[in-house]
């Protein structure tokens, strides 16, 4: 069996929201610090095709949540060489508004969902509030459009996206949360999202409160373990530590992306 070609892979910051830490723990948390959060979309490069993991959201979505936007994802993704109109598939790992906005700027790109995550997004759930409400329903009906234009890619539980590319289904934070395995010049790195927010949700067994199945968050930590390569090789959801962890691509994107395909500068 011919070797695996590694891929580039690439965290982009495009958001930010101050928050304390008992916003990010089931429970709350007894020091109550500040804690922010960083929103990031993650790009894969191949040698002859690159790959989105999920689209962020826009500048209105961004000041009806209270968010600060930083700048559109497709800035960062540009600055990177990537053009957006080459690419062809885009990696959703959940439906919330700030993993699946800005459909329109992959107009001709297939999707690739959990068959649960549509199901779970457009179900009887969604009449809770504390479920649905981090679902934009215009984010929702993109994606059922995109469906019936033929755009659209169900995985049920595992699926193969390319050689060295695949999707696991973890569930937990909602019903269809999927992580992404990629093959790297340092071994299999898995994109998390929101599986853990932050290195302290799955380092120290603590879940982030918006969830829909604790034991499945829970089960998901270790699935995350034996997926990766190890601890350093799982890359959080929105943790503003993964900006300090990782290198910039190049000067002039410090703050703004860094490799996940190589060894972290910092433990």
């Not at 169900?154 to 949360?177: K, P, Q, S, Y």
């Not at 898995?190 to 089960?219: C, K, T, W």
Request: contains cysteine; aromatic residues 8%; negative net charge.
């Amino acid at each position: 069996m011919a070797a695996l070609a590694p891929y580039d892979v690439y965290a982009v910051r495009y958001a930010h929201h101050d928050r304390l830490a008992s916003e990010n723990f089931l429970g709350g948390d007894p020091h109550n610090a500040p804690m922010p959060i960083d929103y990031f979309v993650w790009a894969i490069v191949g040698p002859d095709r690159c790959y989105v993991v999920d689209t962020g959201f826009d500048a209105a979505t961004g000041k009806k949540r209270g968010r600060e936007v930083l700048r559109c994802p497709s800035e960062g993704l540009a600055a990177l060489g990537i053009d957006l109109g080459q690419v062809r598939d885009v990696i959703i790992t959940h439906m919330h508004y700030d993993h699946c906005g800005n459909h329109h700027l992959f107009p001709d790109a297939t999707f690739h969902l959990q068959d649960l995550e549509i199901a779970y997004a457009t179900s009887r759930h969604m009449c809770h509030a504390p479920l649905g409400q981090a679902y934009e329903a215009e984010d929702v009906c993109a994606i059922v459009r995109r469906l019936f234009n033929g755009r659209v890619q169900f995985h049920d539980r595992t699926g193969e996206i390319a050689e060295g590319l695949t999707v696991h289904h973890i569930g937990g934070h909602t019903m269809g949360l999927q992580v992404v395995r990629v093959w790297t010049r340092r071994g299999w790195v898995v994109l998390a999202s929101d599986a853990s927010h932050f290195y302290a949700n799955m380092e120290q067994v603590r879940p982030f409160p918006i969830l829909y199945n604790l034991g499945d968050m829970l089960e998901g930590y270790r699935t995350l373990q034996k997926l990766a390569g190890s601890k350093k090789h799982i890359v959080p959801g929105h943790d503003p530590l993964v900006l300090k962890r990782y290198p910039a691509p190049k000067k002039g994107l410090e703050g703004i992306a860094v490799r996940l395909d190589v060894e972290p500068i910092l433990d």
